[in-house]
């Protein structure tokens, strides 16, 4: 029993049992999507959701970022960086509209905490839209564990 006590300390010492932070990247028209996600949390954990834009060139419009809608119940955001021009729902999914950045680069971070009461939902699309034109697009997933 006490060196099931001490494998159990020692795993969470080396936060085994924490949040985990994934990246998956995607590549189309030109544009390169980025999104950093958690993969794995824990309820009231806080987590950041990072999107990296990036178009050799720079951008001649508006930027959309829309994500499944029903992944949003996990996570109680609280914050938005860089302030987006607008933000609407229809559908499946949700959408922030950010201006042009004045460089190659467009990042948005979100940071918020985990809800209670969702464990996992089906895999999330994320897609970024340039000018009303879908560029590139990831599917990735966040399992919350108890």
Not at 28 to 43: D, F, M
Not at 65 to 72: G, K, M, P, S
């Amino acid at each position: 029993m006490l060196g099931v006590l001490v494998v159990f300390l020692a795993l969470g010492a080396l936060e085994v049992f924490g949040s985990w932070t994934r990246a998956v990247t995607s590549t189309g028209n030109g544009v390169t999507l980025t999104v950093t996600y958690p993969a794995t949390t824990r309820p009231g954990l806080p987590i950041r959701w990072e999107f990296t834009v990036t178009r050799p060139g720079g951008f001649d419009g508006p930027i959309t970022l829309r994500t499944t809608f029903d992944y949003l119940h996990l996570f109680d955001i609280s914050n938005l960086e860089p302030d987006a021009q607008s933000a609407t729902a229809s559908g499946d999914y949700f959408a922030y509209t950010f201006a042009a950045p004045g460089g190659d680069t467009l990042r948005v971070s979100m940071d918020g905490n985990t809800e209670p009461g969702f464990h996992e939902l089906p895999p999330v699309t994320t897609i970024v839209s340039i000018d009303g034109a879908d560029a590139a697009s990831v599917t990735y997933r966040t399992v919350v564990v108890p």
